[in-house]
Protein backbone atom coordinates (compact mmCIF):
# COMPACT_ATOMS: atom_id res chain seq x y z
CA UNK A 1 0.00 0.00 0.00
CA UNK A 2 2.78 2.26 0.81
CA UNK A 3 4.10 1.68 -2.41
CA UNK A 4 1.06 2.12 -4.50
CA UNK A 5 0.80 6.17 -2.49
CA UNK A 6 4.31 6.42 -3.15
CA UNK A 7 3.96 5.84 -6.94
CA UNK A 8 0.46 7.74 -7.33
CA UNK A 9 2.15 10.68 -5.56
CA UNK A 10 5.32 10.42 -7.52
CA UNK A 11 3.83 10.20 -10.54
CA UNK A 12 0.97 13.22 -9.72
CA UNK A 13 3.60 15.56 -8.97
CA UNK A 14 5.69 14.74 -12.07
CA UNK A 15 1.98 14.82 -14.28
CA UNK A 16 0.24 17.71 -12.98
CA UNK A 17 3.53 19.72 -13.24
CA UNK A 18 3.54 18.87 -16.96
CA UNK A 19 -0.01 19.36 -17.90
CA UNK A 20 0.04 22.73 -15.63
CA UNK A 21 2.45 23.79 -18.03
CA UNK A 22 0.82 23.34 -21.09
CA UNK A 23 -2.48 25.27 -19.19
CA UNK A 24 -0.65 28.13 -17.41
CA UNK A 25 0.29 29.50 -21.41
CA UNK A 26 -2.51 28.43 -23.06
CA UNK A 27 -4.49 30.75 -20.41
CA UNK A 28 -1.41 33.60 -21.50
CA UNK A 29 -2.35 33.17 -24.96
CA UNK A 30 -6.08 33.11 -25.32
CA UNK A 31 -6.42 29.58 -26.01
CA UNK A 32 -9.78 27.81 -24.18
CA UNK A 33 -8.66 24.86 -21.97
CA UNK A 34 -11.98 21.96 -22.18
CA UNK A 35 -10.13 19.76 -19.64
CA UNK A 36 -7.56 19.39 -17.39
CA UNK A 37 -7.34 15.70 -16.56
CA UNK A 38 -4.59 13.76 -13.98
CA UNK A 39 -4.81 10.02 -15.05
CA UNK A 40 -6.00 8.02 -17.72
CA UNK A 41 -9.82 6.13 -18.11
CA UNK A 42 -12.78 6.85 -16.41
CA UNK A 43 -13.52 9.64 -14.34
CA UNK A 44 -13.07 9.24 -10.20
CA UNK A 45 -14.06 12.67 -9.79
CA UNK A 46 -14.68 15.88 -11.41
CA UNK A 47 -15.85 19.31 -11.15
CA UNK A 48 -16.28 22.56 -13.52
CA UNK A 49 -14.65 25.79 -12.44
CA UNK A 50 -15.19 28.37 -15.39
CA UNK A 51 -15.26 27.29 -19.06
CA UNK A 52 -12.73 24.18 -17.90
CA UNK A 53 -13.26 20.99 -16.96
CA UNK A 54 -11.01 19.39 -14.38
CA UNK A 55 -11.03 15.53 -13.72
CA UNK A 56 -9.18 12.68 -11.62
CA UNK A 57 -9.43 9.57 -13.51
CA UNK A 58 -8.59 6.09 -12.10
CA UNK A 59 -5.74 4.88 -13.52
CA UNK A 60 -2.73 7.01 -11.56
CA UNK A 61 -0.71 7.52 -15.52
CA UNK A 62 -0.37 10.53 -17.22
CA UNK A 63 -2.37 12.95 -17.84
CA UNK A 64 -3.93 15.81 -20.52
CA UNK A 65 -4.67 19.14 -21.05
CA UNK A 66 -7.25 19.44 -23.76
CA UNK A 67 -7.58 22.74 -25.77
CA UNK A 68 -10.56 23.27 -28.13
CA UNK A 69 -9.95 23.61 -31.76
CA UNK A 70 -6.62 20.62 -31.02
CA UNK A 71 -7.78 18.27 -33.24
CA UNK A 72 -8.61 20.05 -35.65
CA UNK A 73 -12.44 19.20 -36.15
CA UNK A 74 -13.23 22.55 -36.74
CA UNK A 75 -11.46 23.15 -39.93
CA UNK A 76 -12.45 19.56 -41.84
CA UNK A 77 -16.10 20.95 -41.00
CA UNK A 78 -15.19 24.46 -42.83
CA UNK A 79 -15.85 26.45 -39.41
CA UNK A 80 -13.80 29.62 -38.57
CA UNK A 81 -12.30 28.91 -35.19
CA UNK A 82 -13.23 30.69 -32.22
CA UNK A 83 -11.32 33.34 -30.48
CA UNK A 84 -10.29 30.74 -27.76
CA UNK A 85 -9.73 27.93 -30.34
CA UNK A 86 -5.82 26.62 -30.19
CA UNK A 87 -5.90 27.08 -33.88
CA UNK A 88 -7.00 30.71 -33.41
CA UNK A 89 -3.69 31.58 -31.09
CA UNK A 90 -0.45 32.96 -33.25
CA UNK A 91 1.67 30.05 -33.84
CA UNK A 92 4.74 31.45 -31.53
CA UNK A 93 1.66 31.33 -29.10
CA UNK A 94 0.92 27.60 -30.20
CA UNK A 95 4.73 26.77 -29.94
CA UNK A 96 5.00 28.20 -26.12
CA UNK A 97 2.23 26.27 -24.97
CA UNK A 98 3.36 23.00 -26.81
CA UNK A 99 6.98 23.43 -25.01
CA UNK A 100 5.44 24.66 -21.65
CA UNK A 101 4.98 21.36 -20.11
CA UNK A 102 8.42 19.76 -20.98
CA UNK A 103 9.73 23.11 -19.19
CA UNK A 104 7.54 22.75 -16.17
CA UNK A 105 9.25 19.24 -16.11
CA UNK A 106 12.68 20.93 -15.44
CA UNK A 107 11.45 23.40 -14.27
CA UNK A 108 10.11 21.01 -11.20
CA UNK A 109 13.87 18.94 -11.94
CA UNK A 110 15.30 21.73 -10.84
CA UNK A 111 13.05 22.56 -7.36
CA UNK A 112 13.41 18.93 -6.29
CA UNK A 113 17.57 18.99 -7.33
CA UNK A 114 17.88 21.94 -4.83
CA UNK A 115 15.96 20.13 -1.94
CA UNK A 116 17.80 17.32 -2.58
CA UNK A 117 21.46 18.92 -2.23
CA UNK A 118 20.70 20.52 0.91
CA UNK A 119 19.84 16.99 2.43
CA UNK A 120 22.59 14.98 0.96
CA UNK A 121 26.44 14.80 0.51
CA UNK A 122 27.67 16.09 -2.82
CA UNK A 123 30.96 14.56 -4.09
CA UNK A 124 33.34 16.79 -5.72
CA UNK A 125 34.71 14.78 -8.62
CA UNK A 126 38.75 14.93 -6.73
CA UNK A 127 40.44 11.44 -6.76
CA UNK A 128 41.12 11.05 -2.83
CA UNK A 129 42.46 8.34 -3.86
CA UNK A 130 44.49 6.56 -6.80
CA UNK A 131 43.91 2.82 -6.36
CA UNK A 132 47.17 0.64 -6.40
CA UNK A 133 47.72 -1.05 -9.97
CA UNK A 134 44.55 0.83 -11.36
CA UNK A 135 44.21 2.58 -15.13
CA UNK A 136 45.05 6.34 -13.10
CA UNK A 137 47.84 5.44 -11.15
CA UNK A 138 49.62 4.26 -14.62
CA UNK A 139 48.11 6.88 -16.61
CA UNK A 140 49.98 9.50 -13.59
CA UNK A 141 47.07 10.33 -11.52
CA UNK A 142 47.73 10.94 -8.03
CA UNK A 143 45.62 11.39 -5.27
CA UNK A 144 43.64 15.12 -5.00
CA UNK A 145 43.45 15.25 -8.86
CA UNK A 146 40.25 16.63 -9.94
CA UNK A 147 38.74 15.31 -13.21
CA UNK A 148 37.66 17.99 -15.31
CA UNK A 149 36.70 16.26 -18.45
CA UNK A 150 36.33 12.39 -19.48
CA UNK A 151 36.51 12.34 -23.72
CA UNK A 152 35.64 16.04 -23.87
CA UNK A 153 32.64 15.48 -21.36
CA UNK A 154 33.05 18.38 -18.60
CA UNK A 155 32.68 16.55 -15.70
CA UNK A 156 31.02 18.31 -12.64
CA UNK A 157 30.12 15.23 -9.82
CA UNK A 158 32.14 12.05 -9.21
CA UNK A 159 28.66 10.41 -10.27
CA UNK A 160 29.62 11.34 -13.58
CA UNK A 161 32.68 9.43 -13.14
CA UNK A 162 30.47 6.50 -12.17
CA UNK A 163 27.92 7.11 -15.15
CA UNK A 164 30.94 7.46 -17.82
CA UNK A 165 32.26 4.03 -16.47
CA UNK A 166 29.11 1.95 -16.21
CA UNK A 167 28.48 2.81 -20.25
CA UNK A 168 32.13 2.58 -21.26
CA UNK A 169 32.60 0.14 -24.25
CA UNK A 170 36.12 0.01 -24.86
CA UNK A 171 39.07 2.12 -26.34
CA UNK A 172 40.93 5.31 -24.98
CA UNK A 173 39.97 7.88 -22.58
CA UNK A 174 41.17 10.82 -22.63
CA UNK A 175 41.17 12.77 -19.39
CA UNK A 176 41.59 16.31 -18.42
CA UNK A 177 42.71 16.92 -14.60
CA UNK A 178 43.57 19.65 -12.43
CA UNK A 179 46.32 19.76 -9.78
CA UNK A 180 47.64 22.68 -7.99
CA UNK A 181 45.99 25.33 -10.00
CA UNK A 182 47.45 23.54 -13.67
CA UNK A 183 45.63 21.68 -15.93
CA UNK A 184 47.18 18.39 -17.19
CA UNK A 185 45.87 15.46 -19.90
CA UNK A 186 46.67 12.31 -20.06
CA UNK A 187 45.37 9.11 -21.62
CA UNK A 188 44.40 6.07 -19.60
CA UNK A 189 42.04 2.42 -20.66
CA UNK A 190 39.52 1.30 -17.63
CA UNK A 191 40.22 -1.80 -16.25
CA UNK A 192 36.94 -4.26 -15.87
CA UNK A 193 36.28 -5.04 -12.18
CA UNK A 194 35.41 -8.45 -11.52
CA UNK A 195 33.81 -8.01 -8.27
CA UNK A 196 32.29 -4.31 -9.69
CA UNK A 197 30.80 -5.66 -12.65
CA UNK A 198 31.89 -3.12 -14.46
CA UNK A 199 34.87 -0.56 -15.74
CA UNK A 200 36.91 1.33 -13.55
CA UNK A 201 39.10 4.29 -13.76
CA UNK A 202 41.57 3.18 -10.61
CA UNK A 203 40.37 6.31 -8.40
CA UNK A 204 38.19 6.43 -5.20
CA UNK A 205 36.33 9.57 -3.72
CA UNK A 206 35.32 10.21 -0.42
CA UNK A 207 35.44 13.76 0.16
CA UNK A 208 32.39 16.06 0.50
CA UNK A 209 31.46 19.32 -1.22
CA UNK A 210 30.55 22.00 2.04
CA UNK A 211 27.99 23.94 0.82
CA UNK A 212 27.50 27.95 1.57
CA UNK A 213 26.17 30.97 0.08
CA UNK A 214 24.44 30.35 -3.64
CA UNK A 215 26.55 26.55 -3.71
CA UNK A 216 22.92 24.97 -3.29
CA UNK A 217 22.28 26.74 -7.08
CA UNK A 218 25.26 25.29 -8.95
CA UNK A 219 25.10 21.61 -7.30
CA UNK A 220 21.23 21.87 -7.74
CA UNK A 221 22.52 22.47 -11.61
CA UNK A 222 24.78 19.41 -11.48
CA UNK A 223 22.69 17.15 -10.00
CA UNK A 224 19.78 18.03 -12.74
CA UNK A 225 22.22 18.06 -15.41
CA UNK A 226 24.04 14.78 -14.67
CA UNK A 227 19.78 12.87 -14.72
CA UNK A 228 19.69 14.94 -18.44
CA UNK A 229 23.08 13.63 -19.09
CA UNK A 230 21.57 9.66 -18.02
CA UNK A 231 19.07 10.08 -19.70
CA UNK A 232 19.88 11.14 -23.34
CA UNK A 233 22.70 8.49 -22.75
CA UNK A 234 20.54 5.98 -21.39
CA UNK A 235 18.57 6.16 -24.69
CA UNK A 236 20.98 5.99 -26.78
CA UNK A 237 21.84 2.59 -25.40
CA UNK A 238 18.55 1.76 -26.45
CA UNK A 239 18.77 2.61 -29.81
CA UNK A 240 21.98 0.91 -30.29
CA UNK A 241 20.27 -2.25 -28.94
CA UNK A 242 22.91 -2.39 -25.25
CA UNK A 243 19.74 -2.35 -23.33
CA UNK A 244 18.04 -5.81 -22.26
CA UNK A 245 13.90 -6.40 -21.40
CA UNK A 246 15.13 -6.58 -18.02
CA UNK A 247 16.52 -3.09 -18.27
CA UNK A 248 13.17 -1.59 -19.83
CA UNK A 249 10.19 -0.20 -17.65
CA UNK A 250 6.45 0.93 -18.11
CA UNK A 251 4.39 2.40 -15.09
CA UNK A 252 3.94 -0.88 -13.50
CA UNK A 253 7.63 -1.91 -13.74
CA UNK A 254 8.46 1.36 -11.90
CA UNK A 255 5.89 1.11 -9.33
CA UNK A 256 7.61 -1.97 -8.15
CA UNK A 257 11.28 -1.97 -9.04
CA UNK A 258 11.64 1.08 -8.65
CA UNK A 259 9.83 3.19 -5.74
CA UNK A 260 8.67 -0.28 -3.93
CA UNK A 261 12.10 -1.55 -3.76
CA UNK A 262 13.48 1.66 -2.93
CA UNK A 263 11.24 2.33 -0.52
CA UNK A 264 11.75 -1.28 1.05
CA UNK A 265 15.75 -0.99 1.42
CA UNK A 266 16.18 2.38 2.85
CA UNK A 267 12.89 2.83 5.04
CA UNK A 268 15.47 1.38 7.44
CA UNK A 269 17.39 3.97 7.53
CA UNK A 270 14.68 6.37 8.75
CA UNK A 271 12.15 8.84 7.08
CA UNK A 272 14.66 11.37 5.86
CA UNK A 273 16.34 8.54 3.60
CA UNK A 274 13.05 7.44 2.71
CA UNK A 275 12.84 10.74 2.07
CA UNK A 276 15.67 11.81 -0.35
CA UNK A 277 15.51 8.92 -2.81
CA UNK A 278 11.79 9.25 -3.58
CA UNK A 279 12.60 12.79 -4.35
CA UNK A 280 15.92 11.68 -6.34
CA UNK A 281 12.88 9.23 -8.34
CA UNK A 282 11.07 12.19 -9.06
CA UNK A 283 14.16 14.03 -10.13
CA UNK A 284 14.94 11.67 -12.66
CA UNK A 285 10.72 11.32 -13.88
CA UNK A 286 10.57 14.79 -14.21
CA UNK A 287 13.89 15.15 -16.72
CA UNK A 288 12.70 11.86 -18.22
CA UNK A 289 9.13 12.86 -19.12
CA UNK A 290 11.09 16.74 -20.22
CA UNK A 291 13.20 15.01 -22.57
CA UNK A 292 11.04 11.76 -23.86
CA UNK A 293 8.43 14.80 -24.64
CA UNK A 294 10.51 16.55 -26.60
CA UNK A 295 11.15 13.80 -29.03
CA UNK A 296 9.82 14.57 -32.40
CA UNK A 297 7.39 11.57 -32.48
CA UNK A 298 3.60 11.91 -33.21
CA UNK A 299 1.13 12.45 -30.56
CA UNK A 300 4.12 14.02 -28.09
CA UNK A 301 4.60 17.44 -27.90
CA UNK A 302 7.84 17.12 -29.49
CA UNK A 303 5.63 15.90 -32.46
CA UNK A 304 2.84 18.65 -32.57
CA UNK A 305 6.09 21.22 -32.10
CA UNK A 306 7.64 19.87 -35.93
CA UNK A 307 4.67 20.94 -37.30
CA UNK A 308 4.35 23.98 -35.66
CA UNK A 309 8.09 25.03 -36.90
CA UNK A 310 7.08 23.35 -40.73
CA UNK A 311 4.04 26.65 -40.24
CA UNK A 312 6.67 28.97 -39.09
CA UNK A 313 8.62 27.93 -41.79
CA UNK A 314 6.10 27.72 -45.01
CA UNK A 315 3.95 30.56 -43.25
CA UNK A 316 1.24 28.58 -43.38
CA UNK A 317 -0.10 25.42 -41.40
CA UNK A 318 -0.29 21.75 -42.00
CA UNK A 319 -3.76 21.16 -42.82
CA UNK A 320 -5.38 20.22 -39.64
CA UNK A 321 -7.02 16.67 -40.70
CA UNK A 322 -3.37 15.74 -42.33
CA UNK A 323 -1.44 16.33 -39.08
CA UNK A 324 -4.51 14.67 -36.66
CA UNK A 325 -3.74 11.60 -38.47
CA UNK A 326 -0.21 11.43 -38.28
CA UNK A 327 -1.19 11.87 -34.40
CA UNK A 328 -3.92 9.55 -34.09
CA UNK A 329 -1.39 6.88 -35.52
CA UNK A 330 1.14 8.09 -33.11
CA UNK A 331 -1.22 7.57 -30.48
CA UNK A 332 -1.99 3.80 -31.77
CA UNK A 333 1.53 3.10 -31.70
CA UNK A 334 1.38 4.19 -28.13
CA UNK A 335 -1.34 2.31 -27.10
CA UNK A 336 0.54 -0.80 -28.44
CA UNK A 337 3.54 0.23 -26.72
CA UNK A 338 1.92 0.38 -23.37
CA UNK A 339 0.32 -3.06 -23.87
CA UNK A 340 3.68 -4.42 -24.46
CA UNK A 341 5.47 -2.49 -21.38
CA UNK A 342 3.13 -3.98 -19.34
CA UNK A 343 3.65 -7.52 -20.19
CA UNK A 344 7.38 -6.73 -19.94
CA UNK A 345 6.68 -6.10 -16.64
CA UNK A 346 4.95 -8.35 -15.69
CA UNK A 347 7.43 -10.81 -16.86
CA UNK A 348 10.40 -9.43 -14.99
CA UNK A 349 8.27 -9.05 -12.10
CA UNK A 350 6.92 -12.80 -12.02
CA UNK A 351 9.55 -14.93 -14.03
Known amino acids: MVTLILFIVIFGVVVISHEFGHFLLAKANGIHVIEFAVGMGPNLLSFQKGDTKYSLKLLPIGGACMFEGEDGLEAREGEEPGEGSFLKASVWGRISTVVAGPFFNFILAFVIALIMVNMIVIRDPVATEVVEGG ?17 GERIYLYEEIQLFTQIYRGGDVEVEYERGGEIYHTVLVPRYDE ?8 ISNSDFAELSGLDGFKYAWYEMRFSIRMTYKSLGMLLRGQVTRQDVAGPVGIAVNLVGKTYESTREYGWQNVLVNMLNITLMLSVNLGILNLLPIPALDGGRLVFLLLEVIRGKPIPPEKEGLVHFIGLMFFMVLMVLLLFNDLSNIFM
Open 195 to 202: SMGRYMLG
Open 135 to 151: AALEAGLQDGDRIRSLN
